[in-house]
């Protein structure tokens, strides 16, 4: 039986059918472990706005010592009210994190005291869902008050959707690949008022976040078979990886598609309705991410294992989609040439292979990115550990085999097919979700030892508390206040048509090289 941290939960997470002694001790327990998260997050705040202000002024004037400036403040090229509101966010952020926690505990505190083990966990699910969707708003809630473009949404995809028919800017491939999805959200956005045509994009891109949530949640697989192994996993999906750049952008959900794509080869898929979605949503991912093709070789040795059907149907979906975008690829790179592309430091040009530099790349981005987000001795340390757990659960690994081989896959091709062999953040989302989700099936595996699931269940929480904290200070080269507001720029435009309207981002060494995020509407 799994390990457990609280008496009771082993009957509540197997769906018991009978409410115990312990579950009702484990419900008071949650409780006032909820009301003291919630005294401790209200007292640090009140430390923090009070007095977080005046200590990060004194660090910026260097009056605690060498070491704090560094560490908290780098080279200083920022100004001192800059430095100080962003502290103020990220109390704030803090603030909002403890305090979802807190209620999520007294969810799950009176679900367990409720009983009915079914009515619990839709319930405990419910929840889930609402607080998943709650701290999405609020890693950045201007984002949904004052939506913005986000470069090639506005300059490629949406002025695409403006100058050509709709049909046109539906299949027409873009940035050298097809992406159904940008184009489809790039269409609708035009409908609206052109000062909410942002909104349009950025709910777009909300819906297929919120759809990774709901995959997970309502996932018959093994290794998702109770509501803590599933709160866990979404948590997994929320934060680790989640890297600003990708944050809420139509032209970025392709990274959010393929990790969908993978919960979908995990699922049961036992039903007709279930079976119907999977190859729906296999499809328009297929079509929208290139890397949601990469993830084809796993249906094919499922199919080669469980000689389903249901795995050949997915197999050939996707083998239909990867010749789809292989058709795009061709076509950009022998028609289009360099117009396929929105700037000239995007065109791609052929790459020297340095075997031993891609190596080290794909092993970062699989393995220690998703730990701590950098090559530190932690994460290092952290990889050795988990190639030992691989080696003394080496009797289980054929169950682990799909998460394994999508990390590879994922990971390998990402790097290849990136611009310069690079890789890069963006492109390691679902692979480090993946790698989460596998340390998640690792800890709760019944047949490992109390001493592999214990490290498991470490290194998954070195995970999730590092990109918990990184999830509030990843957006912050994402957004900035003296970026222009679309709305603002619609009435400048207004008064002046021959304006370019300003896209964000608006980096100072993209413009100095001459990349400028602006898009010339056409007359109305």
Known sequence: MPPTFLPGFPNFMNHAPALTADAQRSGRLLVLLAAAIVVFAGALWWVLDAQGPELVREAYDGRPGKLVNERVLGKFDRPAAEVVDQFARLNRGLLCFFLGGAAVLAGLAHCLRRGGQRASVRQLNLLLFAGLLAFVFLRDPVWFLAPRFWAEEATVYFHGALVQPWLQALIVPHQ?????????????????????????????????????????????????????????????????????????????????????????????????????????????????????????????????????????????????????????????????????????????????????????????????????????????????????????TRGTLPRRAAYLAAIGLLTTLSVLTSIGMYGGPRYAYSAAVIFALLLLSLASEPSASRAVRGVAGVLLGLALCIWSFRYWTELENFRNPAWPRWTDEVSAWRADPARPLQAHPVWASQTEAGLMWSIHLPPR
């Open 176 to 392: 050298g690949y097809y992406s159904l999805w940008a184009n489809l959200a790039s269409i609708l956005a035009t409908l609206p008022p052109l000062e909410q045509a942002p909104l349009v994009t950025t709910l777009m891109a909300l819906m297929v976040q919120l759809a990774v949530f709901a995959a997970i949640i309502a996932s018959d697989a093994e290794a998702l078979d109770t509501s803590l192994k599933k709160a866990v996993a979404c948590l997994a999906a929320l934060v680790v990886g989640a890297s600003g750049e990708i944050w809420l952008t139509s032209i970025n959900s392709q990274h959010y598609m393929a990790l969908l794509v993978f919960l979908v080869l995990m699922d049961g898929k036992g039903t007709r309705r279930r079976r119907a979605l999977a190859y729906g949503v296999t499809a328009v991912a297929g079509l929208s991410s290139v890397a949601a093709n990469f993830l084809a070789p796993i249906c094919f040795f499922r199919y080669l294992k469980t000689r389903q059907r249901v795995d050949l149907v997915l197999l050939g979906i996707l083998a239909a989609t990867t010749l789809v975008q292989l058709t795009a690829i061709v076509y950009s790179m022998q028609v289009l040439g360099d117009a396929a592309y929105y700037h000239a430091s995007q065109v791609r040009t052929p790459t020297v292979f340095d075997p031993v530099a891609v190596a080290s790349r794909i092993w970062f981005y699989a393995v220690r990115y998703p730990l701590t987000a950098s090559a530190d001795g932690l994460s290092a340390l952290g990889a050795a550990l988990l190639v030992g757990l691989l080696a003394l």
